[in-house]
Structures are given as C-alpha cells and as structure tokens.
C-alpha cells in the first residue's frame, strides 16, 4: 500500500507538473505541420494521460481529486502572476517588460483556461468510467480514447471561444479549433501505449478489473 501512495504522489506531481508547465508556455506559437498551435499543446495531453491511469487504478474519486488539487494550482499560479506582474521591481532590472508580456495574460485568457480545464477533465474523469462500466472492466484502450478524445475537444472548443470570440473572424475562429483539435486527436492516439504502460507500472496489471 505505501509503494501504490508513493506512485500517485509521483503521478499527481507529473500531472501538477505538466498542468503548470503548459500555463506558463501557452503563449508561444509554434507550426506542426500545416497547423499554428500553442507549444502547450505538446505537454498539456500528458495531464489527461495521468488521469486516466489514476482512473484506472485509484478509481474515480482519487482520480477528481487530482483534477480539483491541479484548479487549485491553477489559482495559485494566476494569484502570483498577477502579484509578481504588479508588484515594482528594481531599478535595475531591464526585463520587466518581458517578464510582464510572459506572466501578464489577460483576465479573459486566464479566465477561458480555468473554465476548459476543469470541464475537460471532470468529463474525462466521469466518461472514463462511463466507459469502462460499458466494457466490464476490460479494453483500457478503448476508455483511454474515448473519454480523452471528446475531452480533447470540449477543452479545445471552450478555451478558443471564451478566449477569443468577438476578436477574430468566426471563420478565423473554426480555423483555429480544427487546429488545435486536430492535433490533439493525434497525440491522444499515441497516448495509449503510455497508458497500458503507467498503469502495468503502477498496479503491475495490464487491467485493473474494477467496477465503479
């Protein structure tokens, strides 16, 4: 039992991790391929990965209880970004402007991020398990794609519209949510292999047979 709470200590860290990183690095936009993305959007799946072997193995209570720890983090970060942003920094120090363009994000955008999270990954928790009462406990890959696919797409979809609505085009807005969405479809296809592989690592089972 102490060997499995050090595991998800590790995955909940990874997850809080990957949850801050992406936060903080959205800001930049990158190609990959024919598609402009944020660079988050090479980390930000990893969060959805974690909650669903956390799914798997702790079950779904453990599982929303990693997603609402990762809401508080998220309020953190915004709390200090805005103090650090407004509070005077020295006269020396030349990159205020710099550091305000990187932790300065406007309250719409932050606002937009908070609201996509936490409804992408409750519905990623709650149709995970859906989903694996639907298959008896068997076929973690069929779960792990279902619920992190639409999830995917609902965290997509409401942070682009939040964010953005009524300042670009609508067709400059559909462009961008395919975009993104697109993308993020793909990683969640290569996410499974990582699955099986954190729960076999976590649990030492291939499939945790557990009906929720």
Not at 11 to 20: D, H, M, N, Q, R
Request: charged share 15%; aromatic share 14%; net charge positive.
């Amino acid at each position: 039992m102490e060997r499995m709470n050090e595991k998800l200590v590790l995955l909940t860290s990874v997850f809080i991790a990957s949850l801050t990183i992406s936060n903080v690095i959205a800001g930049k936009l990158v190609n990959l391929g024919p598609f402009i993305v944020p660079i988050a959007v090479l980390c930000y799946p990893i969060t959805f990965a974690i909650t669903d072997i956390v799914s798997e193995v702790y079950g779904k209570k453990m599982a929303q209880t990693v997603v609402w720890a990762g809401f508080v983090v998220s309020i953190m970060l915004v709390v200090y970004s805005v103090l650090t942003v407004r509070y005077p920094a020295v006269s020396f120090f030349k990159d205020n402007e710099a550091y305000v363009k990187v932790f300065g994000s406007t309250p719409r955008i932050v606002f937009a991020s908070i609201l996509a999270y936490l409804l992408s990954q409750t519905h990623d928790v709650l149709a995970f398990h859906l989903w694996k009462r639907v298959t008896k406990g068997s076929h973690l890959w069929v779960r792990n794609n279902l619920s992190t696919m639409v999830s995917q797409l609902i965290d997509t979809f409401v942070f682009i519209t939040v964010a953005f609505v009524g300042t670009v085009p609508t067709d400059t807005l559909v462009r961008m949510i395919f975009s993104q969405y697109t993308v993020k479809f793909f990683l969640a296809l290569l996410d499974t292999p990582f699955v099986y592989l954190g729960v076999k690592l976590v649990s030492g089972k291939w499939e945790v047979k557990e009906i929720i």
